[in-house]
């Protein structure tokens, strides 16, 4: 097949077409983030693999192909879906496309408010490294997966099983009917509760296998069907961790008298592992098996990443977007150090106008008082949207609750000022130049 993908430099629109180049079609794309930024790191990832990129302008489209896949991000109203209905190419959006690929695999989808883009390639490298040979099309960038022609959210193999992050935030999870699932939690990110606590019902119910739960989820609670698998690190479950410590860079522990390392930080992996672990039990591996190579596994990009950590100073660039997420990251790193500067971009206006008191009360909880918050302008990707809610919002919520936050619209002007702090947090979803921004605060750390 020859297909189009618009919005080819997004995570999930990337792993799909990765995926399918890999597969033998014939694959291009484009993007508007490549338009305005030749240098993009995905753009140069992509073609080397083959894949042409054109400008998002609708002059790439024509008759030779057999399907356009949109990002769900890409309006109605841009040129190349506009050009590709008029020529009558059939068009499916980015979740559309990727629940037609499910049908074809032996699925484990992997959902969750958070945690499923880490657990997702986790299982995946997992199975790889078990001679397993999964297909994985993912949301983050595992880190042993990347190569100069393979972005890392996605690999090939000559298995009939696919690893996939099923996202709640289109709505289509209810679609998928995989063989496997996994349900690592429910808080508040795309929509309400309610409105996710039914998807994730439907989600389990069109499962054909045993679901696999969280059982210390306080949201979860109340969906566990009969038949689940579950997992815990406080209440009683199939799959309990016991002999916890936590370390600042990683977690050891103990699950049926076999003893784990996980080289990443925080209560919130140690979830992610059990999931997996409680998976790839389901389906017939020793745990002596998985421990031997749990430690081994680097994790994904921005999430957690470490630019610099010379005793002294630290800098850490993560993805945390969401009131839960942004929880789990202060915890882990409130452990590390006495002292933190939080740098945070919020992703998206709707979504932040959605979660303003809960982000406002995140912060307000897990910023200690020699702690500081350095709020940067809302991330706009593009696209027709209302833009009622700033930063300077989130920030005066924080500040009623006497914590130390200010809005900085300029980042040059906090490298400016790096001298006043010697730990970083960056973190926020969607834009790839917040990792940039977190190597230049390390650089420039480093050197002052």
């Given at each position: 097949m020859k297909i189009f993908f618009s919005g080819i430099g997004g995570s999930g629109v990337s792993a799909i077409a990765s995926f399918m180049a890999d597969r033998g079609h014939i694959v291009s794309g484009s993007d508007r983030a490549f338009d305005k930024n030749p240098d993009h790191p995905a753009f140069k990832t992509l073609t080397n693999k083959g894949i042409e990129i054109v400008p998002q302008d609708g002059r790439g489209i024509n008759e030779?192909?057999?399907?356009?896949?949109?990002?769900?991000?890409?309006?109605?109203?841009?040129?190349?879906?506009?050009?590709?209905?008029a020529l009558g190419i059939p068009i499916k959006t980015r979740p559309e496309y990727l629940e037609k690929i499910v049908q074809d695999f032996n699925t484990i989808a992997v959902a969750g408010t958070s945690g499923k883009s880490t657990t997702s390639g986790m299982l995946a490298f997992l199975m790889q490294r078990l001679g397993l040979q999964p297909n994985f099309i993912g949301g983050g960038r595992v880190k042993q997966f990347r190569t100069e022609t393979n972005p890392g959210n996605s690999i090939t193999g000559n298995s009939d099983v696919l690893v996939i992050e099923a996202c709640e935030s289109d709505g289509t999870i209810v679609n998928y009917k995989p063989e496997h699932s996994i349900l690592l939690n429910l808080d508040l990110d795309h929509h309400c509760i309610e409105k996710t606590s039914s998807m994730?019902?439907?989600?389990?119910?069109?499962?054909?296998?045993?679901?696999?739960?969280?059982?210390?989820?306080?949201?979860?609670?109340?969906?566990?069907?009969?038949?689940?698998?579950?997992f815990s690190i406080d209440n009683l479950s199939d799959f309990k961790a016991t002999d916890i410590e936590h370390k600042p860079f990683g977690t050891d522990f103990s699950l049926?008298?076999?003893?784990?390392r996980?080289?990443?930080?925080?209560?919130?992996?140690?979830?992610?592992a059990l999931a997996c672990i409680a998976m790839l039990s389901e389906m017939g591996v020793r745990l002596k098996d998985i421990t031997d190579i749990l430690s081994e596994f680097k994790g994904i990009e921005r999430r957690f990443d470490i630019h610099l950590n010379d005793g002294k100073r630290l800098v850490i660039d993560d993805y945390a977007h969401n009131p839960h997420k942004i929880s789990s990251l202060m915890q882990t790193t409130s452990k590390i150090k006495d002292s933190i500067c939080y740098i945070f971009q919020p992703h998206g206006f709707a979504p932040t106008k959605m979660m303003k008191n809960e982000y406002i009360d995140a912060f307000a909880e897990n910023l200690r008082d020699n702690d500081h918050l350095i709020l940067l302008p809302i991330f706009y990707s593009g696209g027709t949207v209302s833009k009622d809610i700033s930063s300077y919002d989130l920030a005066v919520g924080i500040k009623a609750k006497c914590k130390s936050v200010e809005v900085v619209k300029n980042r040059e002007n906090i490298l400016e000022r790096l001298n006043e702090w010697n730990n970083y947090v960056i973190f926020g979803a969607r834009d790839e130049t917040l990792g940039d921004f977190a190597k230049k605060t390390a650089g420039n750390l480093l050197h002052s």
């Open positions: 030779s192909f057999d399907l356009t896949i949109f990002s769900t991000a890409v309006e109605h109203d841009n040129p190349e879906y506009i050009k590709a209905k994730f019902e439907t989600f389990i119910k069109n499962t054909s296998g045993r679901p696999i739960l969280n059982a210390d989820d306080g949201g979860l609670k109340k969906i566990i069907p009969n038949n689940a698998v579950t049926n008298s076999q003893k784990f996980l080289n990443l930080p925080g209560k919130y992996n140690l979830y992610n």
